[in-house]
Structure formats: C-alpha cells, structure tokens
C-alpha cells in the first residue's frame, strides 16, 4: 500500500469516527471530495498533539465565528458523536459571541437547538447564577489576570484609556467574569477555542494576546500550534498560516 493509500484509508477511519459509517463527501467537483478527505480528515484531524474532544471544541468556535451554519450542523452531529456534551456544545457557540458578535452565537445556537431536537436531546439549565455586577468586575478582573498577567493593563485594556473604557469594562464584567464561568468547558478549552475563534476572525493582536494566554494557562506550545492549525479546514490555510507566523517566536520551541 502506497504512502497515498495510507492516507486514504486513515482519512476514512476519522471520517467514520466523526460521522459515522457511509459518511461521505459530495460536493459533484471532479477530485475535489479525495482532496478534502485527504487534506481535513486524513491530515488535520489525525494530528497529534492535541485531543480529539479539544480540536472539536476549535472547530465549533470557528465554524460559528465565521458562520459556516451548514457545516456547523454537521460537526455539532459528530461532537455528539465523539462525546462531547450537549453543554460544551452550546458553550462552544456561546463564548464566540464575544468575538464575532452575539447576533453570531445566536445563529449558531438555533442551529444546536436543531440538532438537538433532531437527537430528542433535552438541555438540562444549570442554575441561574446571580452575582453583581461588582463581583462580576472582580472575576473578570481575576481572570484576565490569569490569562494575561501583565498584559491585562495594556492597551485597549489600560485602565487609564478613557476611549476603549467606554466599553471594555462590559468585556470584563461579562465576557471574562461571567462567560469564562460558566460551566460545561474547561478554562484550557475556552482559550484554545479564543485562539481558533481569533485566527478565523484575522484578528492579529487578539490571536497573539491569547496565544500567550493559552501558556500562561497551562496549554502547551503543541496545542496552541495545533488549535490554530484546526482552523485551516474551515476558514483557510491563509489565515492559519499568518496566526502561526505571528505567534512564531513565542511558540518557537527552546
């Protein structure tokens, strides 16, 4: 078996995983569905160095921040699929909408709630939580500086910047303070999605700001190197390849 059959049939296998048995590509374009069997199943989705459940949980923030709503269904079936829960899903789709906008995460959520009545799956709601908003600042404050350290006063986070301070204490109070908490996602989860997410959006100073905090918080150089590289399948090689070119002194290895 040549090294191209090999990689057929590996891409085979991650498709069955992902999809289930008979799943195929048809996009009718002469070659086009081997080369995409090959490229994102065979070669992307069988990478090592981050885990299956995590490079889902990429894809899921990427599909929804660039609103890819049919491919977006299929990859929430296939989350299912490999065990994902119900909630990471939605909390996947939800934190997207700090970065995208939340008329996106909203979408992303009508498509979930398709497919989860198609699955007869029933959410069961966490309980409601009710924090001030002073204690909200105070999380997110927390957070940032978990994630950030002493860049989490730099920039449009600066606190003495009266222009960016018309609105990024929202960003603090709900976006790290309450979104980063909720549950059914683990902190390591939500910042490589946040990396995905970025280098799907072309947002260059976010993508290298969170690649740093995915090591502050204890993500490896591999699995940042690696949320990033999920991303090619779904918004491009080219904007992969920039997130990879920015973040290269920082994940060059020593």
């Not at 085979?12 to 289930?20: C, D, I, K, P, V």
């Not at 002469?30 to 299956?52: K, M, Q, S």
């Not at 049919?70 to 929430?76: E, P």
Request: proline share 4%; hydrophobic share 45%; glycine share 10%.
């Amino acid at each position: 078996m040549n090294s191209r059959e090999t990689l057929r049939a590996r891409s085979e296998a991650m498709r069955t995983r992902l999809f289930g048995l008979g799943a195929r590509n048809h996009t009718g374009a002469p070659g086009f569905d081997d080369f995409l069997l090959e490229t994102e199943f065979g070669i992307v989705w069988c990478r090592p160095g981050l885990a299956l459940e995590d490079r889902m949980v990429c894809t899921l923030g990427t599909l929804a921040s660039v609103q890819r709503l049919g491919a977006l269904k299929r990859y929430l079936g296939a989350a299912l699929n490999i065990g994902l829960t119900p909630l990471a899903l939605q909390e996947a789709v939800i934190q997207i909408g700090i970065y995208a906008g939340f008329t996106a995460a909203e979408e992303a959520l009508a498509v979930a709630a398709d497919v989860f009545r198609q699955r007869a799956i029933t959410i069961v709601a966490p309980p409601p939580r009710n924090e001030s908003l002073e204690a909200l600042m105070a999380q997110g404050r927390q957070m940032m500086n978990d994630l950030h350290r002493d860049a989490s006063g730099q920039g449009y986070a600066a606190p003495g910047n009266t222009v960016t301070g018309a609105l990024y204490p929202v960003a603090i109070q709900y976006g790290y303070g309450a979104i980063w908490f909720r549950p059914g996602l683990t902190h390591k989860q939500r910042v490589l999605l946040s990396v995905a997410s970025f280098t799907a959006l072309k947002l260059d100073s976010q993508t290298r700001k969170f690649g740093q905090a995915a090591l502050n918080l204890g993500a490896s150089k591999t699995e940042v190197i690696e949320a990033i590289i999920q991303t090619a399948p779904f918004s491009g090689y080219a904007p992969a390849l920039n997130a990879l070119a920015l973040l290269s002194d920082t994940l060059k290895e020593t």
